[in-house]
Every structure is written in C-alpha cells, then in structure tokens.
C-alpha cells in the first residue's frame, strides 16, 4: 500500500466515511492533485495588514432580575430626554 | 409532465429535470396566497432551502426523504409578499459543483441545449428561470453558484452582501460564505424579489440591517460610478466571453462612465484560498449528517454517510477534513484564514479608487456535460466568482450577449459592503445599454 493509499484512507476514517479500493484508487488522484493546488496558499503574496482592530468583546455578567417586567422598562425614570431605553455602558465600562 | 391536477395552478414541462418537487404534485399541499407586493409571482426554490411541507433532499440520497418541518425565513417573507411557492430545483449535491451534474437525482439540463451544463450548483433554479418555468427563484451562493450558472443560462443572478439576507433555513455549506440569492430574466424582477427577502432576522445573528447611503467623497458624478477592470483577468477567459466582456468595457465609455484599469489578485491563487476555507468549513458542517437525528439511516454512522453521500461531496469532505487534520493541512487552513483578512483590506482599499469592479462572470459558455472530469478543471468554473464571497461583497451576474455558438455570456459587477442597490441600478443601466432589457423582458 503507498503512502498516499495510506493517507486517504486515514483521512476517510477522521471523515467517518468507508471508502473501498476502487474509492481509495480515484481520491488518491484527486485529494494530491488538490493537495498540490492549495499549496500555492502558502505562496500568495498579499501585503500585510498593517490595520489592526484593538477592540475585544466585553462582557458582562449575566444578572437576572425576578422583580421587574417588561412594562416596568418604560417606567419614566429610566428613559432619557429622548426617550430612549437608559443602559449601563458596556464598552469602556471599566475607565 | 409534470403538472398540478389538485390545485390547477401551476403546469410544468420539465423536461430540463429542473425541478425535484412541484408544488400541487401532493394532494396535502396548502394552497398559496394571492396578495402582496409580489402577487401572482411563482418563485422556485433550491432543494437546500426549508420550505414547509415539501420536501428538501439537498440533492442526496442521504435526505431523499426528509420533508421540511418550517419555512426558511426568505420563504416565509415571499409567501407574505403573496408569491406562489413553484417547487424545489434541482442542484449539484449539497451545493458542490459548478455544472448541476452532481445531483443524486440525475443532471440539469441547459434550456438551450441538452448536451450542456447549465452550471452549478444552483442548475435546477438557473434553467427554470431561464426556460420560463418561473418568474424567479432562489438559490444558494457560496462560491458562484448563483452567479455562474446565471451567466451560462442568460439571466440576473444577485449574490447579495454577506449578511443582507438571513439564511435561516438554509442548509450550510461553508457558514462564513455562503448566501441566499435571486436569479431572474432580468433585474427589474430580481430586485422586487431582493428587497422582499432582505433585512434583519432575528433568526440568523449573522444577519444585517443596510447601513445608510455611504458618504462618497471622492469627486465625480454620483450617477456616473468610476468602473475597475483588471487586463489580467482575461488571460483566464475563453475568446467568446472575452469580446463580449470588452464589448461591455467599451459600451460603458462609450456612455461616459469612467473605467480605470486596477489590479486585482491572482484568479488562481483566489480559488486555491477559496477551496482550503470552502471544503474545511463544509466537512465540519457535513458532520450532522450522520443518520441518527435526520436522513438515510443504516447500520451505523459510518456506513450511513458512506452510502448517503455521492462522489464529489465525499472529495470535498475528504479535502475539508485534510485541511483540518493536525500534521496535514491545517497550517493552510491557518495560513488561508490570514491571507482572507489580508484579501479583504486589500479589496477594501480598492473602494477607494473605484465603485464597482467589472470582470467576465465565467471563463466560458456553457460546456458539454461530462466534459470535465477531472475536479480541479470543474473547480476553475468559478475562479472569477469567489472573489466576492471571499471578501463578503455583493456581486451580479449580468446577461450581456452570446458566444459564436449563441450559448449566452454574462459578466459580472461587484460592489463594496451593502452596495446591493447601486450594483442593481448600474445593471439596469446596463440592460438598456446593452439592449438587454428589452429581449429579456
């Protein structure tokens, strides 16, 4: 059995697939040939990012609240002069 | 024959195997509404997409008979638009193919001309359309399938914005590209249809409201959009589709629209990005169909995806999975998920020299089925269409003209984020300049 045998046949039993030898023989061909074609990933010359996003996710914790319901939201005081929905901030939480 | 005794609605010779299911052909069918913005429209849906009560076979025997249990979230936005749910069409399995050969069902057959593909994987939509059979129908774009089988069959085919449209209720092929698209005789239809299924969906998180207008502030005519082209995309292309594709390029000046050459990244070297992300994504998301919740059901897991699955959909799983596997591919998985950042700022930075990119939308007509044996000639279908996805940008194919044989030639119009709207109205401007407008309506 060669190598490449060898190789489709460990990659089938990672996809949980059950390929016979006639299978094995025409993905042999076809996995080195795709083999062969995405290597030239390695080689692509794009430029580097040079912008970076500093930005991470914030999160806060969970909180549940048994004593309020969705009317109680609207409750006036905490709505503001526009009467948008007031929220603690999230981002920039901690400064 | 495949016609609709019961409700009397709807009558369809499909001798193009363009359709997997025809609504009416079960006497359980509901009836479909009649008012809405988009009354009276029959719409044909790709066999990926829920719709309640039919069935959704993907195009594999491993779903030959699931019978969908909701609508997706477009279906259901169409049924309250008043459209008549046609049926569901056929496909390359799965959505993997570019010619709708690989389908557990048999072929799709182009509407011109039986000996040819009508390309893929969205085959069954793209020559109902074409045929007449519908007035539009949805399919499914990950890599071109929208786009490429629209340019081989002569019709609109909208890839929209990654996020414009939820997927809820579309079966994912590769999460981080894949799209719900429209594909229409022209772009009238395909943009009443689009602004039906667009919008947030509480359903899908990846989901996104349109931003506003984006603030254009370099000088011009707003009316006017400045065009990029790439001379080194032709070295790709068929001599057919590349006169027509220049024939375009000279219209367009002609007219006044400015066109400033750019330079874009290698086809090649795109399609090998696309297919490491496409296939390792699409082995991870191929893992639910395992038999035990849903699908063809044999002895065990194994022999069930074994027996379920067709030829091409276990190459590109036995790709995904090389990609993924630790001591084979997964450095270029790593490597590609760089090189797709870096694609997307080197893309963005294009907007600022030009508005739209114009590129020819396949290398070739319609090819002769079973002319492509070898999967990497399949593959190279769509080296001009997964630019876009790879980027996440909304891309049109647009029907411009024909080939010497009279098999039809599209080309393609590809926008920043959320310029869905400004590539519809550069395609009407197209159609009237090109003449298409009116052979098309």
């Known amino acids: 059995m060669s190598q490449e045998d060898r190789r489709v046949r460990r990659i089938a039993r990672l996809a949980a697939l059950d390929l016979d030898d006639c299978e094995i023989d025409q993905f042999d061909g076809d996995l080195s040939d795709m083999i062969a074609f995405v290597n030239r990933v390695a080689e692509i010359g794009l430029p580097d990012v040079t912008e970076t996003d500093e930005s991470a996710s914030v999160l806060r914790a969970d909180r549940v609240f048994t004593d309020s319901c969705s009317a109680d939201l609207f409750e006036p005081d905490r709505l503001d002069g526009d009467g948008f929905l007031v929220v603690p901030p999230v981002l920039g939480e901690d400064t | 024959m495949i016609s609709d005794p019961a409700c009397g609605s709807l009558l369809i010779r499909d001798d193009l195997n363009a359709f997997l299911y025809v609504h009416g052909s079960r006497p359980a069918d509901p009836p479909e509404p009649a008012a809405g913005s988009l009354a009276g429209m029959s719409i044909g849906v790709k066999d990926n997409i829920q719709v309640n009560g039919m069935p959704m076979t993907c195009a594999s025997r491993m779903l030959a008979d699931y019978v969908s249990p909701f609508d997706a979230t477009v279906v259901e936005r169409l049924r309250r638009a008043g459209t008549r749910i046609a049926g569901k069409t056929n496909m390359d399995e799965f959505g993997f193919g570019s010619s709708g050969e690989h389908s557990a069902f048999g072929p799709t057959l182009h509407p011109q001309s039986a000996d040819r593909a009508p390309g893929g994987s969205s085959s069954g939509s793209a020559a109902a359309v074409a045929a007449g059979l519908v007035d539009a129908a949805l399919g499914s774009d990950t890599g071109g399938s929208v786009r490429q089988p629209a340019a081989l069959c002569g019709i609109v085919g909208l890839r929209p914005t990654w996020g414009a449209v939820s997927r809820y209720g579309l079966t994912a092929f590769a999460s981080s590209l894949d799209t719900i698209g429209v594909m229409a005789p022209d772009v009238a239809c ?7 299924i667009a919008g947030p969906d509480p359903m899908d998180a990846t989901s996104r409201a349109f931003p506003g207008e984006r603030k254009d502030d370099r000088p011009g005519d707003p009316d006017r959009p400045v065009i990029g082209v790439d001379p080194a995309v032709e070295r790709v292309c068929d001599p057919d589709v590349l006169q027509v594709y ?4 000279d219209r367009l000046t002609a007219a006044g629209f400015p066109v400033r050459t750019i330079d874009l990244p290698d086809p ?5 990005l696309y297919h490491v992300i496409a296939s390792a994504e699409a082995a991870s998301n191929l893992n639910r169909f395992d038999g035990l919740r849903y699908g063809l059901r044999e002895r065990n897991v194994i022999r069930s995806r074994t027996k379920g699955f067709g030829a091409e959909v276990k ?3 036995l790709t995904g999975t090389w990609c993924l596997a630790a001591g084979e591919g997964n450095a270029h998985y790593r490597t590609a998920r760089r090189v797709r950042r870096q694609l997307a700022f080197r893309v963005n930075a294009l907007w600022r020299e030009v508005d739209v990119l114009l590129t020819p939308t396949a290398p070739g ?10 999967p990497l000639e399949m593959y190279r279908s769509d080296q001009l269409t997964v630019l876009a996805p790879l980027a996440g940008l909304p891309a049109m194919n647009m029907p411009v003209g024909t080939g010497s044989d009279g098999l039809p030639v599209g080309v393609q119009l590809t926008g920043p984020a959320f310029s869905d709207h400004s590539l519809m109205k550069l395609g009407m401007e197209l159609e009237t300049l090109m ?3 009116e052979r098309n309506g």
């Open chain 2, 190 to 196: 395909t943009r009443r249809v689009f602004e039906v």
């Open chain 2, 435 to 437: 003449g298409t407008e």
């Open chain 2, 246 to 249: 220049r024939n375009v390029v």
């Open chain 2, 268 to 272: 090649e070297d795109m399609l090998a």
């Open chain 2, 365 to 374: 007509v319609a090819f002769r089925l079973g002319s492509r044996r070898r």
């Open chain 2, 315 to 317: 190459r590109r799983i």
